[in-house]
């Protein structure tokens, strides 16, 4: 049950890393409001810090699968939103 409340966390800080680095180029407005999108980074980095304590300890001490799961995780993630937002073909 932990391993998959942490990729949950994982999931959801991913989504919003993507949003964050990624949406001055979709959405223009991000450009005007650098404090909002710097302050973002404290939580984002909280839930990346709680998704890897939970994933740990549900594979029972070891750090290697919670990195590797995460690793897997951010690839299917941004793969995900590159398509659904931008449209970038799957075939590069």
């Not at 990346?48 to 304590?53: A, C, G, M, P």
């Amino acid at each position: 049950m932990q391993v998959l409340y942490g990729m949950c966390l994982s999931i959801l800080a991913q989504i919003l890393t993507f949003l964050q680095l990624q949406g001055n180029v979709k959405y223009g407005w991000f450009h005007k409001y650098p404090l909002i999108l710097l302050g973002a980074a404290v939580p984002i980095s909280y839930l990346f810090i709680k998704s890897v304590e939970y994933m740990t300890a549900g594979f029972n001490g070891s750090m290697w699968e919670s990195r590797l799961l995460g690793f897997a995780i951010g690839m299917i993630v941004f793969t995900a939103m590159s398509k659904i937002l931008f449209a970038e073909p799957l075939d590069r």
